[in-house]
């Protein structure tokens, strides 16, 4: 059975530093792209980055609002991604999913889209 | 960058069908989508990817009610037989090489 499952979710103070960890399984997770993205209690669905796998560079992205402060990472041989925050602000409080994304090519490019999303992990930033 | 926007709301009886929307932005036309389904207090689930032409693939289990298709910059999902548990929000979600933007979602209620 495929999975994600998100951890190390937590309240923590403006300012500080928290990482997330996305452990997958049923799938071989060195052939995807790995996104996280976030929802503000109330509101809609936030990207936030993402890791492109190794075949495609194993570049990452950021959002404009995370970037600076946040990192992607992978240990492909662990079949982990990891999402590093830093600098937190009370903004930055919400539920993070990380998800599977599949990686395609086309004429312009080579893309992902999101085919799996994990559970979701609290984090609250407040004082 | 593109942008997609969705109705904020949707309602439909039981039984029925529903067409929600999505519309990219100008000069977006083309670009494929995502359709994700968020019932209350769960985690988002990925329904179909949806081409300008109208081909789309679903996810593992999703009903067969679930269908897809375009229009120019219009994006469509269609849920027919409408049951209880897609009462739900509903995202679109789009990308080019280095950002991912969805639409606002809409919550479809289920009469």
């Known amino acids: 059975e495929m999975q994600l499952v998100e951890s190390g979710g937590g309240l923590v103070r403006p300012g500080w530093s928290l990482r997330l960890t996305c452990t997958t399984s049923?799938?071989?997770?060195?052939?995807?792209?790995t996104s996280w993205f976030r929802q503000a209690p109330g509101k809609g669905l936030e990207w936030v980055g993402f890791?492109?796998?190794?075949?495609?560079?194993?570049?990452?992205e950021y959002a404009a609002s995370v970037k600076g402060r946040f990192t992607v990472s992978r240990d492909d041989a662990k079949s982990i991604a990891y999402l590093q925050m830093s600098s937190l602000k009370t903004e930055d409080t919400a539920v993070y999913y990380c998800?599977?994304?599949?990686?395609?090519?086309?004429?312009?490019?080579?893309?992902?889209?999101?085919?799996?999303w994990g559970q979701g992990t609290l984090v609250t930033v407040s004082s | 960058q593109p942008v997609l926007t969705q109705s904020s709301s949707a309602s439909a009886s039981l039984g029925s069908s529903v067409k929600l929307t999505c519309t990219l932005s100008?000069?977006?036309?083309?670009?494929?989508i995502t359709w994700h389904q968020q019932q209350p207090g769960k985690a988002p689930r990925y329904l179909m990817k949806?081409?300008?032409?109208?081909?789309?693939n679903k996810g593992s289990g999703v009903p067969d009610r679930f269908s897809g298709s375009s229009s120019g910059a219009d994006r469509y999902l269609t849920i027919s037989n409408l049951q209880s548990e897609d009462e739900a929000d509903y995202y679109c979600?789009?990308?080019?090489?280095?950002?991912?933007?969805f639409g606002g979602g809409t919550k479809l209620t289920v009469l």
């Open positions: 998800a599977r994304g599949f990686h395609y090519t086309d004429s312009s490019g080579f893309y992902h889209y999101i085919d799996y």
């Open positions: 049923g799938f071989t997770f060195v052939d995807y792209a």
């Open positions: 890791i492109r796998s190794r075949t495609y560079g194993g570049t990452t």
């Open positions: 100008s000069g977006h036309s083309t670009f494929i």
């Open positions: 949806l081409e300008g032409s109208g081909s789309y």
């Open positions: 979600e789009t990308w080019d090489s280095k950002t991912r933007v």
